[in-house]
Nanobody
């Protein structure tokens, strides 16, 4: 099983990025896909999730209205569309697969390797 997160980069405040989480070795429809992030010196925190059961979407309060999670089962990918980025969004972003959606990073069945997002003011 592999989850490959990509799409990170450096942007200025107010900019946008779209992160991708491409999965292999598992049936995407059977898993909820969670996005987490970890800023320097801080604990990993939940950002967003798309549920396997009914496609429900969940967002951490600080990203509501700015981030959108999109599931593409046909292409075995989940995207995190991020707009109106601010320096507080700077972090390494991880995708993780599990049966359930959760804003708590443990436990998750599978993790991707992380992709760095840097937002400058």
């Amino acid at each position: 099983v592999q989850l490959q997160a990509s799409g990170g980069g450096s942007v200025q405040a107010g900019g946008s990025l779209t992160l991708s989480c491409k999965v292999s070795g598992l049936t995407l429809e059977a898993y909820s896909i969670n996005w987490f992030r970890q800023a320097p010196g801080k604990e990993r925190e939940g950002v967003s999730c798309t549920s396997k059961s009914d496609g429900s979407k969940y967002y951490e309060d600080s990203v509501k209205g700015r981030f959108t999670i999109v599931r593409d089962n046909a292409n075995k990918a989940v995207y995190l569309q991020m707009t109106s980025l601010n320096p507080e969004d700077t972090a390494v972003y991880y995708c993780a697969a599990d049966e359930w959606c959760s804003m708590i990073p443990e436990p998750m069945d599978y993790w991707g390797q992380g992709t760095l997002v840097t937002v400058s003011s």
